[in-house]
């Protein structure tokens, strides 16, 4: 990890909770969240359709309710879910920005951070394209530390954590591979993180 968003470069989630940096493509599956609930965490997964595979549409296809099921075997599986994320990064770098930030993205299912369930309520989910069986790419951690980044400065984030983190019997995203001391260090580099809480296991001795 080797580059770090400089200042003058900085991202900017607008008022609207969309992304400067990022193509919209608007989902319609997301809804307010709860009266008197803010975002305050940041969730990270991983995602590839058909799994394995990268580059085609079909992860926007998915978020927008567009999917052709009839396009790979493994789609007839997806035709009930309405799903979305805040955020989709590409392999190539490139941010998708689905739902607005300051609105509730159906993302994070049945899950639990610290006790409080229903993470969807006060998260912003970002989708990294990818797998748990390979390394994520250096486009993609630059475009995170820039976008979790503006996120944390636009909302005040508490915490950032991992899918697997919040769903431990359902999920395995961002899986072995992503480099959460990495990460970490990028983010401090840039910003004060001492009042962000990262994943259980990401010691200074690691970072």
Request: include cysteine.
């Amino acid at each position: 990890m080797d580059t770090t968003p400089s200042e003058r470069d900085a991202w900017i989630i607008d008022g609207d909770g969309w992304c400067d940096h990022a193509r919209r493509e608007a989902s319609p599956n997301c809804d307010e969240r709860p009266e008197g609930v803010a975002a305050e965490l940041l969730v990270i997964h991983n995602i590839s359709l058909p799994p394995g595979e990268f580059g085609g549409p079909y992860i926007a296809d998915l978020f927008c309710n567009r999917l052709d099921f009839d396009a790979h075997p493994y789609f007839d599986q997806l035709r009930s879910l309405r799903v979305s994320a805040h955020f989709l990064i590409r392999r190539d770098g490139e941010v998708v920005q689905f739902v607005a930030a300051h609105r509730r993205a159906w993302h994070a299912g049945v899950s639990s951070f610290e006790g409080r369930e229903r993470c969807n309520d006060f998260s912003i989910g970002i989708e990294l394209e990818g797998t748990d069986f390979e390394p994520f790419t250096e486009a993609q951690y630059t475009a995170l530390v820039a976008l979790s980044q503006a996120l944390a400065r636009r909302y005040g984030l508490s915490a950032v954590t991992g899918h697997e983190h919040i769903a431990p019997v359902r999920k395995t995203d961002p899986g072995p591979f992503f480099d959460w001391a990495g990460y970490h260090n990028k983010m401090a580099e840039i910003m004060n993180t001492a009042q962000l809480r990262f994943p259980l296991g990401l010691h200074k001795s690691q970072a």
